[in-house]
């Protein structure tokens, strides 16, 4: 059984920066294809990053070049980092984790940019 915990959230002011990680139990990691996902009070889930085994990524369009997603296979951690955060990025933030054609998922964390 694959866990993922989630932490870095919290409460910042526009224009701010937060750093999410996100730890996996289980030996999987490096095999996995990881992502950051996250969803704001009445709507639905949204993908926001995604980084592949081969260490390529990919971003939503509205945090290009605001957000970036890394890998420690050594720490079985995957961050997220965030820049320039805007009121529309408040929205509990979610890893995932994809391997064997299996998804699993964190349990969240809060993240508020509010001046």
């Known amino acids: 059984q694959v866990q993922l915990v989630e932490s870095g959230g919290g409460l910042v002011q526009p224009g701010g920066s937060l750093t999410l990680s996100c730890a996996a139990s289980?030996?999987?990691?490096?095999?996995?294809?990881l992502g950051w996902w996250r969803q704001a009070p009445g709507k639905q889930r949204e993908w926001v990053a995604e980084?592949?085994?081969?260490?390529?990524?990919r971003y939503e369009n509205s945090v290009k070049g605001r957000f970036t997603i890394s890998r420690d296979n050594a720490k079985n951690t995957v961050y997220l980092q965030m820049h320039s955060l805007k009121p529309e990025d408040t929205a509990v933030y979610y890893c995932?984790?994809?391997?064997?054609?299996?998804?699993?998922w964190g349990q969240g964390t809060q993240v508020t940019v509010h001046s």
């Open positions: 289980g030996s999987i990691f490096s095999n996995s294809v």
């Open positions: 980084i592949a085994t081969s260490g390529s990524t």
């Open positions: 995932r984790l994809v391997v064997h054609a299996r998804a699993y």
